[in-house]
Protein backbone atom coordinates (compact mmCIF):
# COMPACT_ATOMS: atom_id res chain seq x y z
CA UNK A 1 0.00 0.00 0.00
CA UNK A 2 1.37 3.37 -1.18
CA UNK A 3 2.08 5.86 1.78
CA UNK A 4 2.37 2.89 4.65
CA UNK A 5 6.09 3.83 5.16
CA UNK A 6 5.25 7.31 6.54
CA UNK A 7 3.06 6.32 9.21
CA UNK A 8 4.11 8.27 12.26
CA UNK A 9 6.32 10.75 9.82
CA UNK A 10 6.01 14.68 10.00
CA UNK A 11 5.12 16.43 6.81
CA UNK A 12 6.26 20.32 7.18
CA UNK A 13 3.73 22.79 4.74
CA UNK A 14 4.63 25.83 4.17
CA UNK A 15 1.65 28.28 4.33
CA UNK A 16 0.99 31.55 2.15
CA UNK A 17 -1.78 33.88 3.00
CA UNK A 18 -2.64 37.66 4.82
CA UNK A 19 -1.68 36.52 7.55
CA UNK A 20 -0.02 37.92 10.78
CA UNK A 21 -1.99 41.49 10.00
CA UNK A 22 -4.14 40.66 13.19
CA UNK A 23 -7.28 40.83 10.69
CA UNK A 24 -9.66 38.25 12.12
CA UNK A 25 -11.25 37.02 9.22
CA UNK A 26 -7.87 36.32 7.89
CA UNK A 27 -6.21 34.64 10.65
CA UNK A 28 -9.24 32.31 11.37
CA UNK A 29 -8.88 31.54 7.65
CA UNK A 30 -4.88 30.54 8.78
CA UNK A 31 -6.49 28.39 12.27
CA UNK A 32 -8.94 26.76 10.60
CA UNK A 33 -6.68 25.34 7.73
CA UNK A 34 -4.45 24.60 10.57
CA UNK A 35 -6.78 22.85 12.80
CA UNK A 36 -8.46 20.75 9.48
CA UNK A 37 -4.39 19.89 8.49
CA UNK A 38 -3.87 18.56 11.86
CA UNK A 39 -7.38 16.87 12.14
CA UNK A 40 -6.86 15.22 8.60
CA UNK A 41 -3.06 14.32 9.73
CA UNK A 42 -4.13 12.86 12.56
CA UNK A 43 -6.51 10.34 10.67
CA UNK A 44 -3.21 9.20 8.57
CA UNK A 45 -1.35 8.76 11.62
CA UNK A 46 1.04 12.04 10.62
CA UNK A 47 1.92 14.71 12.14
CA UNK A 48 2.16 18.23 10.79
CA UNK A 49 5.04 20.81 11.10
CA UNK A 50 3.59 24.40 9.26
CA UNK A 51 5.53 27.09 8.91
CA UNK A 52 3.61 30.79 8.34
CA UNK A 53 4.54 33.42 5.99
CA UNK A 54 3.67 36.46 8.45
CA UNK A 55 3.67 39.93 8.27
CA UNK A 56 4.73 39.42 12.57
CA UNK A 57 6.47 36.43 12.59
CA UNK A 58 6.61 36.36 16.43
CA UNK A 59 2.92 37.62 17.17
CA UNK A 60 2.01 34.31 14.92
CA UNK A 61 4.42 32.08 16.45
CA UNK A 62 3.04 33.35 20.25
CA UNK A 63 -0.83 32.77 18.79
CA UNK A 64 -0.70 29.47 17.21
CA UNK A 65 2.29 27.71 18.57
CA UNK A 66 3.92 27.63 15.19
CA UNK A 67 6.71 28.38 13.26
CA UNK A 68 6.78 31.73 10.99
CA UNK A 69 8.95 33.35 9.29
CA UNK A 70 9.04 37.24 7.40
CA UNK A 71 6.82 36.86 4.35
CA UNK A 72 8.60 40.00 2.60
CA UNK A 73 11.99 38.69 3.50
CA UNK A 74 12.58 36.15 0.55
CA UNK A 75 15.99 34.66 1.63
CA UNK A 76 14.29 33.24 4.46
CA UNK A 77 10.92 32.26 2.57
CA UNK A 78 13.44 30.28 -0.13
CA UNK A 79 14.75 28.98 2.96
CA UNK A 80 11.63 27.45 4.43
CA UNK A 81 10.25 25.95 0.96
CA UNK A 82 13.40 23.91 0.68
CA UNK A 83 12.70 22.45 3.72
CA UNK A 84 9.24 21.62 3.47
CA UNK A 85 7.24 19.13 1.48
CA UNK A 86 4.54 21.89 0.03
CA UNK A 87 3.10 25.08 -0.24
CA UNK A 88 -0.63 25.77 0.55
CA UNK A 89 -1.42 29.03 -0.92
CA UNK A 90 -4.49 30.35 0.98
CA UNK A 91 -7.18 30.80 1.54
CA UNK A 92 -8.96 33.73 1.25
CA UNK A 93 -9.02 36.56 -1.49
CA UNK A 94 -4.95 36.42 -2.34
CA UNK A 95 -5.22 36.95 -6.42
CA UNK A 96 -7.62 40.31 -6.81
CA UNK A 97 -6.57 43.70 -7.68
CA UNK A 98 -9.21 45.97 -6.21
CA UNK A 99 -7.26 46.70 -3.34
CA UNK A 100 -3.30 47.24 -5.12
CA UNK A 101 -1.40 45.65 -8.39
CA UNK A 102 0.78 44.07 -5.44
CA UNK A 103 -1.06 41.06 -4.14
CA UNK A 104 -0.62 39.36 -7.52
CA UNK A 105 2.75 39.42 -8.19
CA UNK A 106 3.48 38.66 -4.56
CA UNK A 107 1.26 35.26 -4.08
CA UNK A 108 2.33 34.23 -7.50
CA UNK A 109 5.70 34.64 -6.82
CA UNK A 110 5.60 32.74 -3.91
CA UNK A 111 4.08 29.68 -5.73
CA UNK A 112 6.80 29.99 -8.44
CA UNK A 113 9.51 29.71 -5.82
CA UNK A 114 8.04 26.63 -4.34
CA UNK A 115 8.06 25.08 -8.05
CA UNK A 116 12.02 26.25 -8.40
CA UNK A 117 12.76 24.56 -4.92
CA UNK A 118 11.16 21.35 -6.67
CA UNK A 119 8.25 21.51 -4.15
CA UNK A 120 4.49 20.66 -4.71
CA UNK A 121 2.14 23.45 -4.82
CA UNK A 122 -1.58 23.20 -3.43
CA UNK A 123 -4.16 26.40 -3.44
CA UNK A 124 -6.70 26.02 -0.61
CA UNK A 125 -10.51 27.18 -0.91
CA UNK A 126 -9.24 30.63 -2.37
CA UNK A 127 -11.61 33.52 -3.64
CA UNK A 128 -10.39 34.12 -6.89
CA UNK A 129 -10.95 38.28 -8.21
CA UNK A 130 -11.30 40.83 -8.97
CA UNK A 131 -8.65 40.34 -11.40
CA UNK A 132 -9.31 43.54 -14.19
CA UNK A 133 -5.42 44.03 -15.25
CA UNK A 134 -5.72 41.16 -18.30
CA UNK A 135 -1.69 41.19 -17.98
CA UNK A 136 -2.15 38.61 -14.55
CA UNK A 137 -4.55 36.65 -16.19
CA UNK A 138 -2.36 33.74 -17.91
CA UNK A 139 -0.30 34.29 -15.34
CA UNK A 140 -2.84 33.10 -13.03
CA UNK A 141 -3.78 30.36 -15.64
CA UNK A 142 -0.05 28.74 -15.25
CA UNK A 143 0.57 28.74 -11.66
CA UNK A 144 -2.85 26.90 -11.36
CA UNK A 145 -2.25 24.81 -13.88
CA UNK A 146 0.95 23.64 -12.47
CA UNK A 147 -0.61 23.23 -8.63
CA UNK A 148 -0.94 19.73 -7.59
CA UNK A 149 -4.51 20.58 -5.80
CA UNK A 150 -6.71 23.57 -6.88
CA UNK A 151 -10.08 24.14 -4.47
CA UNK A 152 -11.79 27.72 -4.34
CA UNK A 153 -14.59 28.88 -2.11
CA UNK A 154 -17.18 30.06 -5.11
CA UNK A 155 -18.44 28.83 -8.37
CA UNK A 156 -18.11 32.00 -9.65
CA UNK A 157 -14.02 31.36 -8.83
CA UNK A 158 -13.94 28.51 -10.80
CA UNK A 159 -15.56 29.94 -13.61
CA UNK A 160 -13.07 33.01 -13.57
CA UNK A 161 -10.32 30.57 -13.80
CA UNK A 162 -12.19 28.48 -16.54
CA UNK A 163 -12.17 31.88 -18.27
CA UNK A 164 -8.56 32.51 -18.03
CA UNK A 165 -7.85 29.00 -19.47
CA UNK A 166 -8.01 26.42 -16.06
CA UNK A 167 -9.43 23.57 -16.77
CA UNK A 168 -12.79 23.63 -15.02
CA UNK A 169 -12.67 19.99 -14.10
CA UNK A 170 -9.46 20.34 -11.78
CA UNK A 171 -10.71 22.85 -9.67
CA UNK A 172 -12.30 21.66 -6.41
CA UNK A 173 -15.42 24.17 -5.52
CA UNK A 174 -15.65 23.82 -1.69
CA UNK A 175 -16.50 26.07 1.29
CA UNK A 176 -14.43 29.13 3.33
CA UNK A 177 -12.17 26.80 5.93
CA UNK A 178 -13.75 28.76 8.52
CA UNK A 179 -17.22 26.94 7.57
CA UNK A 180 -14.63 24.39 9.75
CA UNK A 181 -13.63 25.96 13.01
CA UNK A 182 -14.88 24.73 16.17
CA UNK A 183 -15.68 26.97 19.46
CA UNK A 184 -13.78 25.02 22.18
CA UNK A 185 -15.71 24.27 25.26
CA UNK A 186 -19.44 25.09 23.06
CA UNK A 187 -22.10 22.71 23.08
CA UNK A 188 -23.25 23.00 20.05
CA UNK A 189 -22.47 21.42 16.54
CA UNK A 190 -19.30 18.99 16.30
CA UNK A 191 -16.74 19.85 13.41
CA UNK A 192 -18.60 18.97 10.38
CA UNK A 193 -21.65 18.81 11.51
CA UNK A 194 -24.90 21.19 12.06
CA UNK A 195 -27.41 21.13 14.50
CA UNK A 196 -31.02 19.18 13.77
CA UNK A 197 -33.34 21.92 13.61
CA UNK A 198 -35.87 22.01 16.10
CA UNK A 199 -38.60 24.58 15.32
CA UNK A 200 -40.30 24.51 18.50
CA UNK A 201 -37.60 25.55 20.70
CA UNK A 202 -37.52 28.46 22.50
CA UNK A 203 -34.92 30.40 21.08
CA UNK A 204 -32.95 33.98 22.57
CA UNK A 205 -35.17 35.88 20.47
CA UNK A 206 -38.12 34.31 21.69
CA UNK A 207 -37.48 34.72 25.05
CA UNK A 208 -36.21 38.48 24.52
CA UNK A 209 -39.62 39.04 23.06
CA UNK A 210 -41.05 37.95 26.16
CA UNK A 211 -38.68 40.12 28.30
CA UNK A 212 -36.24 38.16 29.75
CA UNK A 213 -33.49 39.15 28.28
CA UNK A 214 -32.96 41.74 25.23
CA UNK A 215 -31.99 40.58 21.80
CA UNK A 216 -28.33 40.57 21.31
CA UNK A 217 -27.54 41.77 17.59
CA UNK A 218 -24.37 41.54 16.30
CA UNK A 219 -23.24 44.67 13.37
CA UNK A 220 -19.71 44.32 11.61
CA UNK A 221 -18.96 47.35 9.77
CA UNK A 222 -15.98 48.53 7.87
CA UNK A 223 -15.11 51.59 5.86
CA UNK A 224 -15.48 51.41 2.48
CA UNK A 225 -17.13 54.40 0.72
CA UNK A 226 -15.17 57.88 0.97
CA UNK A 227 -18.44 59.65 1.83
CA UNK A 228 -19.22 57.46 4.41
CA UNK A 229 -22.94 57.33 3.49
CA UNK A 230 -22.98 53.63 3.29
CA UNK A 231 -22.03 53.62 7.30
CA UNK A 232 -24.87 56.73 7.39
CA UNK A 233 -27.43 54.10 6.17
CA UNK A 234 -26.12 51.39 8.45
CA UNK A 235 -26.88 53.56 11.10
CA UNK A 236 -30.27 54.97 9.87
CA UNK A 237 -31.25 51.22 9.32
CA UNK A 238 -30.13 50.20 13.03
CA UNK A 239 -32.20 53.28 13.96
CA UNK A 240 -35.46 51.89 12.34
CA UNK A 241 -35.03 48.53 13.86
CA UNK A 242 -34.88 49.73 17.17
CA UNK A 243 -37.81 51.95 16.82
CA UNK A 244 -39.50 48.84 15.26
CA UNK A 245 -38.46 46.21 18.49
CA UNK A 246 -37.78 46.95 21.68
CA UNK A 247 -35.66 45.05 23.83
CA UNK A 248 -32.83 45.40 21.36
CA UNK A 249 -28.77 45.45 22.48
CA UNK A 250 -26.39 46.49 19.68
CA UNK A 251 -23.03 45.06 19.96
CA UNK A 252 -20.59 46.56 17.28
CA UNK A 253 -18.16 43.13 16.39
CA UNK A 254 -14.74 45.26 14.61
CA UNK A 255 -13.24 42.32 12.95
CA UNK A 256 -10.10 44.26 11.59
CA UNK A 257 -8.36 45.99 14.66
CA UNK A 258 -7.92 49.87 14.54
CA UNK A 259 -10.11 50.17 11.24
CA UNK A 260 -13.47 48.51 12.14
CA UNK A 261 -13.39 50.05 15.90
CA UNK A 262 -13.22 53.36 13.99
CA UNK A 263 -16.26 52.60 11.72
CA UNK A 264 -17.92 51.11 14.44
CA UNK A 265 -17.91 54.41 16.85
CA UNK A 266 -18.69 56.09 13.17
CA UNK A 267 -22.19 54.29 13.03
CA UNK A 268 -22.72 54.49 17.11
CA UNK A 269 -22.36 57.85 16.71
CA UNK A 270 -25.08 58.59 14.97
CA UNK A 271 -28.03 55.97 16.42
CA UNK A 272 -30.52 57.38 18.14
CA UNK A 273 -32.12 57.39 21.69
CA UNK A 274 -33.64 53.91 21.10
CA UNK A 275 -30.24 52.67 20.70
CA UNK A 276 -28.06 54.00 23.42
CA UNK A 277 -27.15 50.34 24.80
CA UNK A 278 -25.41 49.41 21.74
CA UNK A 279 -21.91 48.74 22.52
CA UNK A 280 -18.49 47.89 21.21
CA UNK A 281 -17.11 44.74 21.69
CA UNK A 282 -13.08 43.82 21.99
CA UNK A 283 -11.39 43.72 18.72
CA UNK A 284 -10.37 40.04 19.71
CA UNK A 285 -6.83 39.04 17.92
CA UNK A 286 -8.05 34.98 18.83
CA UNK A 287 -10.28 34.29 15.94
CA UNK A 288 -12.19 31.70 18.49
CA UNK A 289 -12.62 34.38 20.70
CA UNK A 290 -14.57 36.64 17.96
CA UNK A 291 -16.69 33.06 16.98
CA UNK A 292 -17.46 33.13 20.44
CA UNK A 293 -19.02 36.72 20.51
CA UNK A 294 -20.85 36.24 17.38
CA UNK A 295 -22.05 33.07 18.92
CA UNK A 296 -24.01 34.95 21.97
CA UNK A 297 -25.76 36.99 19.23
CA UNK A 298 -29.74 36.67 18.22
CA UNK A 299 -29.07 38.60 15.04
CA UNK A 300 -25.49 38.78 13.03
CA UNK A 301 -25.69 41.73 10.29
CA UNK A 302 -22.26 42.34 8.73
CA UNK A 303 -20.21 43.97 5.95
CA UNK A 304 -17.06 41.47 6.77
CA UNK A 305 -17.49 38.12 4.83
CA UNK A 306 -16.15 36.71 8.03
CA UNK A 307 -18.57 38.04 10.04
CA UNK A 308 -21.32 35.95 8.53
CA UNK A 309 -19.21 32.96 8.13
CA UNK A 310 -18.67 33.61 11.86
CA UNK A 311 -22.86 33.12 12.04
CA UNK A 312 -23.62 30.66 9.74
CA UNK A 313 -21.00 28.50 11.33
CA UNK A 314 -22.44 28.74 14.50
CA UNK A 315 -26.17 29.04 13.28
CA UNK A 316 -26.63 32.51 14.47
CA UNK A 317 -29.15 33.92 11.88
CA UNK A 318 -27.81 36.37 9.43
CA UNK A 319 -28.41 39.76 7.24
CA UNK A 320 -25.68 40.61 4.70
CA UNK A 321 -24.34 43.71 3.43
CA UNK A 322 -22.56 43.84 0.40
CA UNK A 323 -19.75 45.72 -0.86
CA UNK A 324 -18.29 43.26 -2.96
CA UNK A 325 -19.28 40.17 -5.25
CA UNK A 326 -17.60 37.61 -2.52
CA UNK A 327 -20.66 38.87 0.21
CA UNK A 328 -23.21 38.13 -2.42
CA UNK A 329 -21.97 34.66 -3.17
CA UNK A 330 -21.50 33.44 -0.02
CA UNK A 331 -25.04 34.31 0.74
CA UNK A 332 -25.96 32.38 -2.19
CA UNK A 333 -24.78 29.34 -1.13
CA UNK A 334 -27.07 29.94 1.59
CA UNK A 335 -29.93 30.63 -0.43
CA UNK A 336 -30.24 34.00 0.82
CA UNK A 337 -29.38 37.37 -0.84
CA UNK A 338 -27.92 40.98 -0.03
CA UNK A 339 -30.40 43.01 2.86
CA UNK A 340 -29.02 46.17 0.78
CA UNK A 341 -25.61 47.37 -0.74
CA UNK A 342 -23.22 49.75 0.31
CA UNK A 343 -25.05 52.18 -2.57
CA UNK A 344 -28.36 51.29 -1.35
CA UNK A 345 -30.61 50.04 1.90
CA UNK A 346 -34.26 50.20 2.40
CA UNK A 347 -34.66 50.95 5.69
CA UNK A 348 -37.93 49.68 5.83
CA UNK A 349 -37.42 46.23 4.35
CA UNK A 350 -34.25 46.20 7.05
CA UNK A 351 -36.50 46.50 9.91
CA UNK A 352 -38.72 43.95 8.49
CA UNK A 353 -36.16 40.92 7.81
CA UNK A 354 -34.60 41.95 11.24
CA UNK A 355 -37.74 41.88 13.10
CA UNK A 356 -38.64 38.64 11.35
CA UNK A 357 -35.27 36.85 12.62
CA UNK A 358 -35.28 37.80 15.93
CA UNK A 359 -38.63 36.94 16.25
CA UNK A 360 -38.21 33.11 14.54
CA UNK A 361 -34.90 32.04 14.50
CA UNK A 362 -36.08 28.58 14.32
CA UNK A 363 -37.60 28.96 10.62
CA UNK A 364 -34.11 30.25 9.48
CA UNK A 365 -32.38 27.57 10.51
CA UNK A 366 -34.53 25.10 8.92
CA UNK A 367 -34.10 27.06 6.05
CA UNK A 368 -30.52 27.20 5.97
CA UNK A 369 -29.52 23.74 7.76
CA UNK A 370 -29.11 21.94 4.50
CA UNK A 371 -26.46 24.45 3.02
CA UNK A 372 -24.74 25.06 6.53
CA UNK A 373 -24.15 21.27 6.91
CA UNK A 374 -23.02 20.77 3.04
CA UNK A 375 -20.65 24.17 3.74
CA UNK A 376 -19.39 22.99 7.05
CA UNK A 377 -18.52 19.19 5.14
CA UNK A 378 -17.09 21.05 2.58
CA UNK A 379 -14.58 22.79 4.57
CA UNK A 380 -12.67 19.70 5.28
CA UNK A 381 -12.30 18.74 2.06
CA UNK A 382 -9.08 20.29 0.80
CA UNK A 383 -7.21 19.34 3.84
CA UNK A 384 -7.87 16.06 3.26
CA UNK A 385 -6.89 15.73 -0.41
CA UNK A 386 -3.60 17.98 0.67
CA UNK A 387 -2.95 15.36 3.19
CA UNK A 388 -3.57 12.14 1.18
CA UNK A 389 -0.98 13.63 -2.25
CA UNK A 390 1.41 14.41 0.57
CA UNK A 391 0.99 10.63 1.78
CA UNK A 392 1.29 9.03 -1.81
CA UNK A 393 4.05 10.66 -2.83
CA UNK A 394 5.87 10.59 0.31
CA UNK A 395 5.11 6.62 -0.20
CA UNK A 396 6.19 6.74 -3.72
CA UNK A 397 9.49 8.05 -2.57
CA UNK A 398 10.03 5.15 -0.02
CA UNK A 399 9.30 2.48 -2.28
Known sequence: MKGKNIAGRKLRLVLSGYYGFRNSGDEAVLLSILTALEQAAQREGLTVEPVVLSGDPAWTQRQYGVQAVPRMKLGEVRKALRASDGLISGGGSLLQDATGVGSIPYYLGILEMARWAGKPTFVYAQGIGPVNRALFHPFVARAFRKAKYVSVRDAE??????????????????????????????????????????????????AAARGSAPAVVGVSVRYWREDRADLDRVAAALNA?????????????????????????YVMERLGREAAEAELAPAHEAPQDMLREVDGCDLLIGMRLHSLIYAANREVPLMGLSYDPKIDQFLQRLGDRAIGTTDALNLQLFADRAVQLLEDPGQWRIDTYGAIRKLKDEAMRPAERIIAYCMQRKGDSND
Not at 247 to 264: I, Q
Open 157 to 206: SAELLARFGVDRDRVDVVADPVMGLPLPGAGGAAKGEAREPVPDAASAGE
Open 241 to 265: LTQRRSGVRLRMLPFHHGADEDASR
